[in-house]
């Protein structure tokens, strides 16, 4: 195995700067190395997004960077790693990278995959069919998602496969396991109160268990997770449900995707929610895709909305690795307050961007 020229002038590069390229730094012999990721960048008020805050100004959406390598050992089997981390690039000084992957997995075309690290949730394999576009979508999702694992998971080990009946058919299965984790802090929500608080708790181990079906462009999904979560004032089990229902390809022609789940102690520590989302989007082949989605969590115990929000959006690919993006999510209202007497409703916040994600 050689790295070529190119490779070494790219790793290289990359090394001595922040500049980022697409590149596999080498290949051979069963062994690769890539650098992959993407930067992105907007201009409007866009709350929630990593490092970004309510006002109007200039802001990223979810920019990270990742090193990735593969290796074939042998019958059949590819071991790969992955790091991966958020980047922070827009206010000097502060701390530039954080964690979002890292594993090490092992695939074999029949036997299936087993990955053991902060990874991607067999759950987040039934509910990411609405987290699709760039700026607006399943906000629910990520509320405490590394320590509960509706998204990215800390700490997991997973077994993953799929078996393909013929070529209109085929079944998966996610298995995912998190092991105790003590003093962990989660966000909470109490006394209709629309502003989160932080909690600790002890969490027990997790599990969650996935299906999905995929027959002739439609997809159908079930996730089930649990695991007990215990505070000062007591024990209770965290578990959710989810299902999912898509057809077609996001940004290829007509799509279209619902979620819906049942949760308690789940979203926000909330003793029962449920939550929901639908997503229509039409790519056409100029490279502009058009979307609309609707996500709203349900307070079910005391019959309160917690959020209900609707985004229309744009993304039109100038060129292979250059989205360009722009957005409007109307507030569609909620039940909550500002204050802890319940006198102070919470306002509606509309939030809007208009920017660029480059893929390198």
């Keep these: ?8 002038a790219v790793a290289t590069t990359f090394l001595a700067s922040t500049s980022a390229f697409a590149a596999q730094v080498y290949s051979g012999d069963g062994t690769s190395l890539a650098i992959g990721g993407y930067v992105d960048v907007g201009v409007g008020e866009r709350d929630g997004a990593i490092y970004s805050d309510a006002d109007f100004q200039v802001h990223q ?7 990735e390598g593969k290796k074939e050992i042998g019958n059949g089997v590819t071991v790969d790693a992955k790091g991966e981390w958020a ?13 979002r992957l890292g594993y090490i997995g092992v695939t074999h075309e029949q036997a299936g995959r087993l990955v053991v690290g902060t990874q991607w949730a067999p759950y987040y394999d039934v509910v990411k069919v609405t987290d699709q576009p760039i700026a607006f979508a399943s906000d629910f999702i990520y509320e405490n998602h590394n320590q509960l694992g509706s998204a990215r998971a800390e700490k997991m080990v997973s077994y993953r496969n799929k078996f393909e009946i013929n070529n209109e058919l085929s079944f998966g299965i996610g298995l995912g396991w998190q092991g105790e984790a003590a003093g962990s802090s989660l966000k909470v929500r109490n006394d209709n109160i629309a502003k989160t608080s932080s909690g ?10 996935a299906v999905t079906a995929d027959f002739m462009g439609f997809g159908l999904g079930y996730v089930y997770s649990g695991g007990d979560i215990s505070d ?46 639908g997503l229509i989007a039409f790519g056409l082949d100029n490279g502009i895709n058009i979307s609309v989605n609707y996500e709203t969590v349900e307070d079910d115990k005391n019959n309160k909305t917690v959020f209900s929000q609707s985004a229309v959006q744009v993304e039109y690919t100038i060129t292979s690795g250059l989205v360009a993006f722009a957005g409007y999510q109307f507030d569609l209202g909620n039940d909550l307050y500002d204050d802890v007497a319940n006198t102070i409703p919470a306002a509606d916040e509309d939030q809007y961007t208009v920017g660029a994600r480059y893929f390198f």
């Design 1 to 8: 195995m050689k790295m070529t020229n190119l490779a070494m």
């Design 61 to 67: 959406i979810s920019p990270r960077l990742n090193v």
């Design 200 to 209: 600790d708790f002890d969490l027990d181990d997790r599990v969650q268990v």
């Design 232 to 277: 000062a004032g007591g024990s209770e089990d965290a578990k959710s449900q989810m299902v999912s229902l898509k057809y077609g390809t996001y940004g290829k022609g007509l799509y279209a995707a619902i979620v819906y789940g049942q949760n308690d102690y789940f979203y926000d520590v909330m003793e029962e929610t449920e939550q929901f989302e």
């Design 87 to 99: 980047i922070k690039y827009l206010d000097a000084g502060d701390t530039s990278f954080t964690t």
